[in-house]
């Protein structure tokens, strides 16, 4: 088998989270699809790294781990902070960019 | 001497400008200050004749270069004063006949409260037609041309609060109009042929130019001169000019402006001598005007569109002089001159009628005047037998020689027009004797008025019978004093060229022909008005009696077809303007607020939408990349 | 691991465990957008990110792979869960789309951004795969670590911060800072008398009912459930048990279970029927 | 240095404006007398660069220089030549005219206003306005000249929309309605043409460096300079497109009749006599100068839609029952006038066209401005209002007749000099669109004498007969107009000798000779 695959994959997966980004109202769900994506692509640097053979693709994913966490951190937090306003975690309730 | 030819119009210049600015000071003298100046020009002109006929005849030619008007390279256009034998004659006429229809105006606009204003008027006349005879250019020409027409607008409708006199002052203009855009084409075409409008290059030249310039020429000139002399098929204002004043009717719709075309042609001679199927145009201008004007005349019940039908059927036999070249152009001015006397006469005289009968118009309600008014009468008859060509006085001579030349002209176009001069001669002498005696013949047919006024016909005062008696002398002699030992002919010989022709007639069988016209056109006139009571409502008369009291349907094409279609045309023009031109505009407006309003509908707020577009955007961009890598 | 392990053509051992754990990721992925509970998402996101350790595991990724499983799934993953209990479950679980067309949409731009991606990678020449092997030679640890801490040091610094920023961030967008004096019983008493909203405390549930649980309506005085009775996260699931028709049903019952005892056979149909009727 | 005598020009009535609007509310008079007094001086300032101006000196004259924007080349260049006097001239004649013929307009006395100091706002806008409108005159610096071209129109926005004619037949709130839609209408028409020319002056920059009008003629004259055939042609419709807007040539000209017909007579005559200028002004100095060639190229199809101009706009005249937007429409047909001039390629043409861009202001000023005097009076702009003035207010019908016979070119007035040599100049090159250009002269009588007959003769109607006549502050705004369409009438030469040389480097600048006549008659 050829390791492409895993870039194949990691595109799968990546395509299967943004659809979810986009269909999904639950602003955790949403945020558990960008959680997806971010894997995704961590699978592909950790194979861009094996196709290089050097470790700096893991780095990447590494850091990117750590952003993530930041992410969710903050994330999460705005989320439970929305739903305390709004009683509602739905990300259609907070349409206020509409004239 | 040069310096005086400015002030020849300067005079009626400044006397229009101090009466129109100075306001109801001078409404006390205005008008004799009005006649004074006239008179002062009219002084100056003799004192250059008098010069003029000290000189030389080839030393008869004055230029006065005043200033340098429009210098734009290539195109110069100079205020230069030309007096030569051609503009002399007619400064004396303009002023000698405006003095006199001054001072006949001094006693007919007595009552009028606008006196000052009137005088105003005629003085600017005055010099806008002396700017036209004594320019040296055809654009200078050109001011004077439309100068007199703006006169003629203002005085025609100088009793505005009727609406016939406006309308008619309007008509005037307009019509005039048309004629000027021939003229400033024809200036334009004499810029690009010689470089120059001036007399000097362009008639001194004109045979190098080829034909077809000269000939399209020749027919923007004679378009001026139809407009300006009323000539088929730009006659139709002249009767209708009559609302003005009848001093107003004498100088400018008689004796002088409406005789500019005539100056015009005889002035541009040397193009329309090389351009001869513009010349045969001018004459069949002439001749049918000629015949036109006459019929008309002779159905009209109002004596003043009476002798305007005869003005325009006149000025066609000067415009058939004009036409037929060097035999003609003498004749034609001569005719001019005298036609000014006998004509300016016959009009004061019907002015004096009018002023006798409570303005009232209609020769039905005439009659049986001779006694009430006897110098009216006697002038009046003067002058009618001038223009009807009785022997010695000043309308045989003028007359008998454009039928003589007429025929000179030859071959079958010779035969045609001659025919058409002879005939329209025995319809002169039809017509003006139906007035002469339906006014002054006959018994009285006057009635009272809705106010029940009944007229007192009684003579007119001193300061207007002056005039007429002046005119009526210039009738009677003019002719013979022109024409014996043909001293007009020697005097303008120098401008315009003279030829005989060879005419297939005698001089004697033409007169002859003549008389024998006359003698026919006043029988039967007297046949049917002089025997027998003439009835005071016009009978319906003959289908073309009819056609002619209406200026044979001229004016109902016009409405018609000109009018009417103009008035649909920029009806519908403005709808277009409206929907078409500014609806595009709009609607292209509104189409874009609509689509706006549309785009607006997918802004709806969520920002899961908003990230579909994003993401959507995100695939394009890898797309394009693709597509560049792969390209 | 050894070397060849790291070589472009894997081992069949590889291969398998990756169409295996593969179809379980994409399965876990899809389960991930579709489940309908929140829980059920997170539980198999967890499930992908498992997979994915293991992936990171078998590209020579050691440290990765374990601190995929211990941070991410083991703490981030635990963090989406306690908020999902906090959240609770509301009306945004639905999975029934609001917005028009937005669902098709999505799909036709997932869809063509995945085959792009495809595309991509296939027209892309990967044939040559260094293989971690040499890199990994003083062991995987050790060699991020000295990339950490020399070429990417100021990274990792900056990273720091960043953390800390968001934790501190957290904290402040969680933390509800006081800002007036807390309103006494008195005042929030009336407060409620001004805004004229539910003067006296709220009903209890299962008053009136034999069912003396909190998911049951309390019945008003005139017979109608009382949705103020239950607790707001079960009313908006919808799993307020409806015992509306229980009291006539019990009714019944006593009534048949009295004939059996008085053994009365003649009884009004018609009245039953109706109330019957009126309890449907 | 030499005293910056042309930024003074312009600055002045800047700086006018700004003291006009700071008057306090209630000195409305004294904001009157600065806004008179400001105008006369910029009018003294006018005076005394046509007076330093030497028609056979340079071509620009009175020149000031300073860099402005370093990084694109954009320079603060002024300069004047003959055209730019000209209408330079013109312009700070006719806005004392203006203020003063406005004297009432936006007095909240008898307009009941409720706006905040209105006459304040009126006449600083008029006046800045003027500043504006010279400083386009003024600059030699494309980019500059941008700016000032599109600025323009905010202050007129304000003067169509602020302070239009209340004079409505369905009152007061539809009056306000049309205003709004003529002002937005003239702000999206000319905004429209602005955008379009600032792509143009884009590409001008990209293709020649810089922004300096004399600098770029010189390169193209000596070759330096290359622009590709399309370029140049593409550039040359961008800026001839906002010129044609401004000018307005057919079919952009929908915009004038609203905006003239809504605005106060003296904000109309600043539209048509002033700004409307700069339109054809530019033309002559932009289009032609910077692309002679894409000029050349054009020509016929803009001498097509400048002879539908003049018949159109002349037929459209006849057929109106306001009494301004008549006046509008004649303008239209008087700018095909102009812009069939400036086209024709020939001397005559353009400094026919110049002369009548002048004299087109004066004549214009004169029958809009008696016009309004004749409205404020009904206080109906209708035609059929009216009737038998004449009998009532003479001098206001003689007036009026003087403007209409200078609108309809009557030899001896201003504009038969310069319609005449358009037509010349138009004719010993296109002999047909010429001929067919004469017609104008028809159609202008027509629409004008129709006017004249239908508002001022026949019997007086009962409503007017009451009627004051001029009044001794509105004859001090006619009198001298009239003075000056008679006087340049008769004698145009100081104003032709300014502007010949000018052309003459015009006409250089786009290599054409006049064409010679057929007989080269002896002088």
Redesign the interface.
Known sequence: MNPVNYLYLSALLFTIGATGVLIRRNAIVVFMCIELMLNACNLAFVVFSRMHGNLDGQIIAFFTMVVAAAEVVVGLAIIVSLFRTRHSASVDDASLMKL | MENLIALLIAAPLLGAAVLLVGGRRLDAVGHWIGTLLSTVSFVFGLILFVDLLGKGAEHRTLIKHLYSWVPVAGFQADVTFRLDQLSMTFVLLITGVGSLIHLYSVGYMEHDERRRRFFGYLNLFLAAMLLLVLADNYLLLYVGWEGVGLASYLLIGFWQHKPSAATAAKKAFLVNRVGDMGLSIAIMLMFTTFGSFAFGPVLNHAGDASEGKLTAIGLMLLLAACGKSAQVPLQSWLGDAMEGPTPVSALIHAATMVTAGVYLIVRSGAVFNAAPDAQLAVTVVGAVTLLFGAIVGCAKDDIKKALAGSTMSQIGYMILAAGLGPIGYVFAIMHLVTHGFFKAGLFLGAGSVMHGMNDEVDMRKYGGLRTYMPVTFITFGLGYLAIIGFPGLSGFFSKDKIIEAAFAKGGTEGWILGGAALLGAAITAFYMTRVMLMTFFGEKRWQPDENGHEPHPHESPRVMTIPMILLAVGSVCAGGLFSIGDRFLHWLEPITGHSEGNSPLSAAAVTGATMVCLVIGVGIAWAQYGRGPVPVVAPRGSLLTRAARRDLLQDDFNHVVLVRGGEHLTRSLVYVDHTLVDGVVNGTAAGFGGLSGRLRRIQNGFARSYAVSMFGGAALLVAATLLMRAV | MSAQL?A???STG??FQ?WVL?AI??MG??G??FMKK?VH??LS?AG??IV?AV??LA???Y??GI??IV??TG??MM??LF??M??GV?????LK???KG??W???L??????V??????G?AS?K?????????ANG?VE??AS??FTK?VF?FEI?GA??I???V???V??H?ERTERAKTQRELSEQRVREGKHLPPLPAPGVYARHNAVDIAGLLPDGTPSELSVNRTLRERGQIRDVSAQALGDLRALEQRSEERLERTETDPAHFKRAEEASK | MSFPLLTATAALPAIGAVATAAVPAAQRTAAKWLALLVSLATLALAITVLVRFDPDGARYQLTESHAWIKDFGVRYDLGVDGIAVALLALTALLIPFIVLAGWHDADPLETGSKRWRPTQGFFALILAVEAMVIISFEATDVFVFYIFFEVMLIPMYFLIGGFGDRAHEHGEKAASTQRSYAAVKFLLYNLVGGLIMLAAVIGLYVVAGNFSLPEIVQARANGSLHMATSTERWLFLGFFFAFAVKAPLWPLHTWLPNAMQEATAPVAVLITAVVDKVGTFAMLRFCLQLFPEASKWATPAILVLSLISIVYGALLAVGQRDIKRLVAYASISHFGFIIMGIFAMTSQGQSGATLYMVNHGISTAALMLVAGFLISRRGSRLIADYGGVQKVAPLLAGTFLIGGLATLSLPGLAPFVSEFLVLVGTFARYPAIGVIATFGIVLAALYTLVLYQRTMTGPVKPEVSAMPDLRARELVVVAPLIVLLIFLGVYPKPVTDIVNPAVKQTMTDVHKTDPKPSVEAAK
């Open positions: 790291a472009y053509a894997t590889e291969a990756f593969g990721a994409v992925a899809l991930t957008v929140s998402s997170a996101l992908t990110m994915l992936f990171y590209n020579g990724a440290f990765l601190v995929q941070v991410y703490a981030i963090l989406f908020v999902v906090l959240v509301t009306a945004a679980d639905s789309e609001t917005i937005q669902r949409l999505a799909l731009c997932g869809v063509g951004f995945g792009l991606l495809f595309a991509g990678i027209n990967l040559e795969f260094d293989g971690t092997g040499q890199a990994n995987n060699g991020l990339l950490i990417y990274a990273t960043l953390l920023t968001a934790a961030g957290a904290m967008l969680t509800r």
